[in-house]
């Protein structure tokens, strides 16, 4: 796969005894309950990660070790296929801190399509100082606070990474 021109990243290289790839239906019970764990508040529900999967195949990644899930990259499309959104991304506690998640973002925007998609969206708590050095760090700016984005007192930043 060539690099998408708004990320010139190489495929993930050594990441451990841990694999990215795109997630499979027989992920879906692992997937649900890692992403409940990682968003108590704001987990998918089973339906709508089963959708994800039928929607978005190759962009849902899942970071597993051979035997279980530790974390999980997805992005999708806007409908004129000219912005992707990031609308999950997690590591499990436990392996935080190892550079899991940058690999994570890394091969997701290494497998934006490479007509069409010229800016890359997502949104973060704004206390959210671990995601957001983190997307900072991959180019993402800040385009600005939206105070109940996601409801009554759930605020959140727009971010995005363009040509
Ligand atoms: C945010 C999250 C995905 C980071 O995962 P991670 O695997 O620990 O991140 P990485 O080890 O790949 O770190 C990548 C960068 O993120 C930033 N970062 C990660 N943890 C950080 C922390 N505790 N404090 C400040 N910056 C941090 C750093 O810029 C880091 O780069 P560096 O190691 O070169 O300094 C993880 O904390 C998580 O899953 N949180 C819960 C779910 C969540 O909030 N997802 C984001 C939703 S928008």
């Given at each position: ?16 005894p841990?694999?990215?790839r ?7 019970p ?19 990660l089963?959708q ?22 997805l ?7 000219c912005r ?21 973002m ?5 497998r ?35 105070e109940?984005?996601?409801?009554p ?11």
């Open positions: 796969m060539s690099a998408h021109p708004l990320v010139p990243f190489s495929p993930p290289s050594d990441i451990g841990f694999r990215i795109p997630a499979s239906e027989d992920d879906l692992a997937l649900v309950r890692l992403d409940t764990e990682l968003f108590p508040d704001f987990a998918y529900p089973y339906f709508a089963r994800f999967l039928d929607m978005y195949t190759d962009h849902l990644l899942v970071l597993d070790d051979g035997s279980c899930l530790h974390g999980y990259a992005s999708a499309p806007s409908a004129d296929g992707s959104w990031i609308l999950g991304l997690g590591v499990a506690k436990q392996l935080r801190g190892q550079g899991l998640a940058r690999r994570l890394q091969e997701t925007l290494r934006l399509p490479i007509d069409g998609v010229h800016e890359v969206w997502l949104t973060v708590e704004p206390t959210n100082t671990a995601a957001i050095a983190l997307y900072r760090s991959l180019g993402f700016a800040e385009q600005g606070a939206r109940g984005y996601f409801g007192g759930n605020d959140r930043l727009l971010l995005a990474l363009r040509h």
